[in-house]
C-alpha cells in the first residue's frame, strides 16, 4: 500500500522554514502548506469583520468559514495580522478547526512538506521526517528587517526585535500546541547557514532519514 510522505517543519518566527519547506517540496516532488498562513488568514477575516482577536468565539467563527478568498488576501504577511494570528492560534477551538483541512493536505499522495509550530507534534506526529529549524533571536530579527526593507517598506530593527521575541513568547507559552522540538525532530541551526546551504543540511537529514526508515521497514 502507497502512503503520502511527510515532511513536518516546525521552528519560531523568521527562522528560514518557510523558505525551506517550499525548496523541499519541489525538491521531493512533494506539495508544500505554510500552515501559518491559514492561522494568518483566519485572523484577517476575524479583523476585516471589526472582530477582537481575543474573542474566542468570533475568531473560531472565523476559523470554520474560511474560504479561498481569505487565503488570498494580499495583507497576510503584515506584521499586524503574525501579531494577531498568533494571538488566535492560541485558543483550542480556532486550533480544532484548522486541524482537520491541515491532516487531509499532509494524507493527499504523493505527499507534503508542512511548516509551522506543531506539524510534527500535534498535526502530524507520524510524519515520516521531522525537522526543527531556528536561529537566534538577532539573525531572526535582521532577516526580518532587510526582508521588509527590501520590499521597500520602513523598518524599525528594535521594534521588530521586540515583536519577534513576543511572538515566540506567546507560541511557545500558550497551553495548546506549543511550539517545541518533538522528540523526534532533527535540529536545523541556521544561525550561520545562507538560505543554499540551510537547503543542503535539510536534504541531507530528509535522505538519511528515508533511508533510515527504509531499512527499518525491509
Ligand atoms: O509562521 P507564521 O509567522 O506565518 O505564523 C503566524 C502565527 O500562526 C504564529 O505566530 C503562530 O502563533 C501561528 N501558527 C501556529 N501553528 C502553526 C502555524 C502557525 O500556531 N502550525
Keep these: ?19 525551506l519547506a ?8 512533494l506539495r508544500h502548506l505554510d500552515s501559518g ?30 474560504t479561498a478568498e481569505d487565503l488570498a488576501r494580499p495583507n497576510l504577511r503584515d506584521q499586524e495580522i503574525g501579531g494577531a494570528a498568533s494571538r488566535i492560534a492560541a485558543l483550542q477551538p480556532v486550533r480544532d478547526a484548522l486541524l482537520a483541512f491541515q491532516r487531509a493536505f499532509a494524507a493527499e499522495e504523493p505527499g507534503a512538506v508542512i511548516d509551522g ?10 510524519a515520516d521526517v521531522k525537522l526543527y529549524v531556528t536561529a537566534g533571536l538577532e539573525e531572526r530579527a535582521t532577516r526580518r528587517f532587510e526582508e521588509l526593507v527590501s520590499r521597500g517598506e520602513t523598518a524599525n530593527l528594535d521594534d521588530i526585535t521586540n515583536e519577534i521575541a513576543e511572538r515566540d513568547r506567546r507560541d511557545m507559552e500558550r497551553a495548546v500546541a506549543p511550539l517545541r522540538q518533538a522528540d523526534d525532530a532533527v535540529l536545523v541551526d541556521t544561525s550561520e547557514l545562507d538560505a543554499d546551504a540551510a537547503f543542503e543540511k ?7 532519514q528515508l533511508n533510515a526508515r527504509a531499512k527499518t521497514s525491509i
Design 37 to 66: 498562513m491559514i492561522y494568518r488568514a483566519t485572523a484577517a477575516r476575524l479583523l476585516s469583520s471589526g472582530g477582537n482577536p481575543e474573542d474566542g468565539v468570533a475568531a473560531e467563527k472565523a476559523a470554520l468559514a474560511l
Design 22 to 29: 517550499r525548496r523541499l517540496a519541489a525538491h521531493l516532488g
Design 117 to 126: 509550530r506543531d506539524i510534527g507534534t500535534v498535526v502530524c506526529p507520524d
Design 1 to 19: 500500500m502507497s502512503k503520502a510522505l511527510v515532511v513536518a517543519i516546525d521552528g519560531p518566527v523568521a527562522a528560514g522554514k518557510g523558505t
Design 202 to 208: 535539510a536534504v541531507e537529514i530528509v535522505v538519511k
